[in-house]
């Protein structure tokens, strides 16, 4: 039983390594989109951070989410 445990803790601590390594790819990616994006948006431009928050549906910029156009 405690070999099953040990192996749903190493699982889990797997799968959450993969989650950041994602998120941080869909981050740095993300970021380089909205540098490249014809300086539509002012705060585009030194773009460093991008977090998608998929619980409150919005994409943070640099820790701002109050852009021009946002739906």
């Not at 994006?37 to 977090?51: G, H, I, P, S």
Request: proline share 0%.
């Amino acid at each position: 039983m405690q070999k099953l445990k040990d192996r749903e803790t190493a699982l889990t601590i797997s799968a959450g390594k993969r989650r950041r390594v994602a998120l941080t790819a869909v981050s740095d990616e993300g970021a380089k989109i909205l540098r490249d994006d014809f300086e539509r948006q002012e705060e585009f431009r030194n773009a460093e951070n991008l977090k998608v928050d998929f619980v409150d549906d919005a994409i943070i910029v640099d820790g701002k989410n109050e852009f021009c156009g946002e739906q």
